[in-house]
C-alpha cells in the first residue's frame, strides 16, 4: 500500500516539476475582446479609469468637466486623411494590425500598461505605429506643430517612443527605444515617419509588473512637446514567467517528499 501511495507520489511530483513548461501559454492582448460599433473608438468616458485585454490592464484617465481624456483608448476607426486632433483615434495605416480593433494612447501626465494580476510577466513585444493625428502633423506642419524636415527637408527631427519596464516596487528593468519619425539621416531620403505596424522587441525588460511609455520630441516650445502625442499599439504579447510557479512547486515537492520519509520510517517501526 505504501509503495503504491509512493509511486502517485512521485507520478504527481513529476507533473509538479513539469507545470512550468506545460503552462507557458502566451496571451495576447489585441483588444478584439472589447466591443465596439464600427468606426467607432472607446475612450473612458463612462468614468471606468482602465480596461483589460488579453488579461493586460489598460490605464485611462477621463475628465468629465473638460471631455477630454489621457492614457489608453481603443479605436476602430480607419481614417488616415483627416488632419488634426478630430482626428485622434486614428491609426495612420489605416486600421489594425489584426482584426479590427487596436489600442490607441494619448501622453498627458505619463501613464502605464498594467497587469491584471501582481505576478511578474514578460512581455515579448507588440505593434506599433503613428495615429493619423501625430504623422500628418509631423509630415505637413500645423498650426501648433512644424513640418519635419524644415521647408529644406534637412532639419534634424524626430519623435520618440520610450517603453520601460517596472517592477512591483516601480524600479526600472531596461528601456527600449523606437523613433516614430527620424530625420537625422544625412542622407534625406532616409528620412522617415512610420506609417505601417512595426513590430518593437520587449523581452529586453526582463520580468515586469508594469510597462511605461514616454514620448518625445525635437519640436518644443514654451509649453512642452508641439507634435501630438500619440501612438497606436496592437497585439502586445505576453507570457507569465514560471518562477512563482516553479516556487510553489518546490514547496510541495519538499513537503510530499518529507512524507514519504515519515511514512516509511512508520513502516519500518510498526515491522519491527
Not at 520610450?162 to 528593468?173: C, P, Q, R, W
Request: net charge negative; hydrophobic share 40%.
Amino acid at each position: 500500500m505504501i509503495d503504491r501511495q509512493i509511486r502517485w507520489l512521485c507520478l504527481l511530483l513529476s507533473l509538479l516539476i513539469l507545470a512550468p513548461a506545460m503552462t507557458q501559454a502566451n496571451f495576447v492582448a489585441d483588444f478584439e475582446d472589447l466591443h465596439l460599433s464600427p468606426d467607432t473608438y472607446y475612450n473612458g468616458s463612462d468614468g471606468a479609469g482602465s480596461f483589460a485585454s488579453g488579461g493586460i490592464e489598460f490605464v485611462n484617465s477621463y475628465n468629465s468637466e473638460w471631455g477630454s481624456w489621457s492614457g489608453w483608448a481603443y479605436s476602430n476607426v480607419k481614417d488616415n486623411r483627416t488632419a488634426g486632433w478630430v482626428n485622434q483615434y486614428a491609426a495612420y495605416p489605416g486600421g489594425a494590425n489584426s482584426g479590427d480593433n487596436y489600442g490607441v494612447y494619448y501622453q498627458h501626465d505619463g501613464g502605464t500598461v498594467s497587469l491584471v494580476n501582481e505576478a511578474p510577466t514578460l512581455f515579448h513585444g507588440a505593434y506599433f505605429t503613428n495615429t493619423t493625428y501625430a504623422a500628418l502633423s509631423m509630415r505637413d506642419g500645423d498650426s501648433f506643430s512644424k513640418k519635419f524636415g524644415g521647408e529644406l527637408g534637412s532639419d534634424p527631427d524626430w519623435f520618440l517612443l520610450k517603453i520601460s519596464g517596472l517592477n512591483a516596487g516601480g524600479g526600472v528593468t531596461g528601456t527600449v527605444d523606437f523613433y516614430l519619425a527620424d530625420y537625422r539621416f544625412a542622407d534625406n531620403r532616409q528620412d522617415f515617419i512610420v506609417d505601417t505596424w512595426t513590430w518593437v522587441d520587449l523581452s529586453s525588460l526582463g520580468e515586469v509588473s508594469s510597462l511605461k511609455f514616454d514620448l518625445s520630441s525635437s519640436d518644443t516650445g514654451d509649453w512642452g512637446m508641439n507634435t501630438p502625442a500619440f501612438f497606436a499599439m496592437d497585439d502586445l504579447v505576453s507570457a507569465p514567467e514560471p518562477s512563482t510557479l516553479a516556487l510553489s512547486c518546490a514547496g510541495i515537492a519538499a513537503a510530499a517528499a518529507a512524507w514519504i520519509v515519515r511514512r516509511r520510517r512508520r513502516a519500518r517501526e510498526e515491522a519491527a
